[in-house]
């Protein structure tokens, strides 16, 4: 199963919206595709199972890193090939938790492998902040995509949002940047090569544009998927594949050493030396004394 993480630290910028229509089109392309609900929002809840606005889902997310159920038993049906982990008001306070804290970068990894064999494809929608939850759902994924908006402000909080990464210990590789919402003005133009020029080879192909019909078949329960004659239809399965390709490519790198000089676009996990038995280990750049 490869897992895939949306995120950013801006809302707003349609990481459930997304999420839902990747996981909608993988679906209907034959994969078995499951998504997870990480956000207190629930928006990605409330999109795939409506009626559960501002009510407690049993068992949600919460749920399973309460230990009070497993992930097997919280995974939901959508429809074919499609389910969900949902998640309720109940993540609210999640990243006080002392355990959570201390374990957040194993409390997803290690859930996901119960349901490895059930489904090709796992995609996470994040909260859109440096956080706990963010960070577990990083740690446990194979690669991340970075939506941007057509605006200056998102461009500026997509480059916040790497410079944070660095900070965090082996988190997951960016597989691209998705322009999402995109409309065909001038300050559109040039947002996109923008950045084009700042993520050389990064930023996907397809870019998604803005449609009211999308948010008209939202409210109806319905995806880019359910309309296969739609242009909506076409930009999504052209990014599934996109994104397919950048998984794939992810993974033959990831078993290839790095070429000498090329720095990685997120900061590898810092190596721990463990002290050899009856040996002292001197502090990194501590000077060595001269023997007499």
């Not at 200056?152 to 949002?161: F, K, N, W, Y």
Request: net charge positive; glycine share 8%.
């Amino acid at each position: 199963m490869k897992t895939i993480s949306c995120f950013q630290i801006k809302g707003g910028v349609g990481k459930s919206f997304l999420v839902v229509q990747l996981g909608s089109m993988l679906a209907d392309m034959g994969k078995r595709v499951l998504v997870i609900d990480t956000d207190v929002q629930s928006t990605l809840t409330h999109r795939l199972l409506p009626g559960h606005e501002g009510t407690a889902i049993r068992p949600s997310l919460r749920d399973v890193f309460d230990h009070q159920s497993s992930l097997p038993a919280a995974v939901r049906s959508v429809r074919d090939n499609l389910s969900i982990v949902p998640c309720d008001i109940r993540m609210d306070g999640l990243d006080e938790d002392l355990e959570f804290r201390r374990r957040q970068h194993l409390a997803l990894r290690e859930v996901l492998r119960e349901v490895a064999e059930s489904f090709d494809v796992c995609l996470i929608d994040l909260p859109g902040r440096m956080c706990p939850t963010s960070r577990a759902g990083l740690w446990a994924s194979d690669g991340f995509l970075l939506p941007i908006n057509p605006n200056a402000e998102s461009v500026m909080t997509a480059r916040t949002t790497m410079a944070g990464l660095e900070r965090i210990m082996n988190p997951a590789p960016l597989l691209g940047v998705v322009c999402n919402g995109w409309r065909n003005t001038a300050l559109a133009g040039a947002v996109e090569r923008q950045a084009r020029q700042h993520w050389r080879g990064m930023v996907f192909a397809t870019t998604i544009g803005y449609r009211e019909s999308l948010q008209k078949m939202a409210l109806a329960g319905q995806t880019a998927a359910d309309r296969p004659k739609s242009a909506a239809y076409e930009e999504f399965l052209q990014l599934s594949r996109e994104v397919l390709k950048a998984v794939s490519r992810e993974e033959k790198s990831s078993s290839t050493p790095p070429a000498a000089g090329k720095k990685p676009l997120v900061r590898a996990a810092r190596r721990h030396v463990q002290p050899v038995a009856g040996k002292r280990v001197a502090p990194k750049g501590a000077a060595k004394k001269s023997k007499k």
